[in-house]
């Protein structure tokens, strides 16, 4: 059974820094892009950025573009993501998401990650206040 | 990168059919085939509902059909039931290598 389990939310102070984490199980975590994806309070989904199996790709929404860092452990089947200089805009339900194994094209010469998510794990919440 | 556009509500009686449109632009939707659909029940993590554009995941009801026209992908349930009470969000792929999702539609089954 996949299993995707988020945690590391906190309270934090503006301008402040933390450092999510999302364990994995059940699936051959080198093999599948992960994602985090962020719901702020009564709000819709926004993504935040994609990193592929092995690491080397990463992609970031401009809203936290140079302020958050997505990274992985494959021998820990564990996912980051480092957030820093966090205002209240960037309060919300974290979830970390996985993709299914594989490629998918963006025209016939260019592979590209599959970005969309076939398992969630159960988000964690960041508060960003004073 | 704008959020693709949904209708805030839709409403249907159990049995019916009902659609949510989502409309992009020829950077996400019209560019590529890689619109997704995700099933939100109240304080639920998302759930995959149609990837690439039509593809059922395995488990998903065939009740749940979607496509894509242009710049706009459309997601329909038919024989509504109780259970498909909802917020629904759809999602693109971008030509920035992002992903962009709609501002989420929320079902009500009356």
């Known amino acids: 059974e996949v299993q995707l389990l988020d945690s590391g939310g906190d309270l934090v102070q503006p301008g402040g820094s933390l450092r999510l984490s999302c364990v994995v199980s059940?699936?051959?975590?080198?093999?599948?892009?992960m994602s985090w994806v962020r719901q702020a309070p009564g709000k819709g989904l926004e993504w935040v950025s994609i990193i592929s199996g092995g690491g080397g790709i990463t992609y970031y929404a401009d809203s936290v573009k140079g302020r958050f860092t997505i990274s992985r452990d494959n021998s820990r089947n564990t996912l980051y993501l480092q957030m820093s200089s966090l205002s209240a805009e960037d309060t919300a339900v974290y979830y970390c998401a996985k993709s299914p194994t594989g490629y998918s094209y963006s025209d016939v010469n260019t592979k590209i990650l599959k970005y969309y998510s076939d398992s969630w794990g159960q988000g964690t919440l960041v508060t960003v206040s004073s | 990168q704008s959020a693709l556009t949904q209708p805030a509500s839709v409403s249907g009686s159990p049995g019916q059919s009902i659609t949510i449109s989502c409309t992009g632009t020829?950077?996400?939707?019209?560019?590529?085939?890689?619109v997704s659909w995700y099933q939100q029940h109240p304080g639920k993590a998302p759930k995959l509902m149609i990837y690439?554009?039509?593809n059922r995941p395995s488990g998903i009801s065939n009740r749940f059909s979607a496509s894509k026209s242009g710049n706009t992908a459309s997601l329909t349930i038919s024989g509504l039931q109780a259970e498909d009470e909802a917020d629904y969000f759809c999602s693109s792929y971008t030509s920035s290598s992002t992903l962009v999702f709609g501002g989420g539609t929320k079902l009500t089954v009356l």
């Open positions: 020829n950077s996400d939707i019209g560019g590529y085939n890689y």
């Open positions: 690439d554009v039509s």
């Open positions: 059940g699936f051959i975590f080198n093999s599948c892009a």
